[in-house]
């Protein structure tokens, strides 16, 4: 962890660490990265922000680092403004951010302060399937 700074002030630092796979090439990391915040549970919410890849200098690691989380955005259905609002996890918008899964080193995750990073595992299935010609 020596290679991974102290978050700056006003961020926070989060560490992931992943278990060894067989063959780690069948793996695919996605990190989730947002907040939990009350909304109406009928709209499609998420944050403007982006994951950025920051190389370590003199070490050839990946840290990321998202600066700003927000505004959130979303769609604009009418609903009831008597019904109770709900905590929902909100994320930044925009397609999955898969990475390398690699377990020999952390994923280490910049965000402002406030904001929770989940992840998920993507597994590839062993079967390849066939393109027909056409």
Not at 80 to 86: L, T, Y
Not at 101 to 117: A, D, F, K, M
């Amino acid at each position: 962890m020596e290679a991974f700074p102290e978050a700056e002030k006003g961020m926070t630092r989060f560490v992931l660490e992943l278990p060894a796979q067989n063959d780690e090439s069948d793996f695919k990391v996605e990190l989730v990265v947002g907040r939990t915040v009350l909304t109406d549970e009928h709209n499609r919410y998420f944050f403007v922000g982006t994951i950025e890849e920051v190389d370590i200098e003199g070490w050839g690691y990946t840290r990321y680092v998202v600066n700003e989380l927000g505004p959130m955005a979303g769609t604009l259905m009418a609903v009831d403004p008597n019904i109770p609002k709900v905590e929902r996890f909100i994320s930044l918008g925009g397609e999955p951010y898969l990475i390398r899964y690699n377990s020999r080193l952390p994923i280490v995750v910049y965000v402002p302060e406030g904001t929770e990073v989940k992840y998920r595992i993507w597994q590839a299935d062993k079967e390849m399937s066939l393109v027909e010609q056409g």
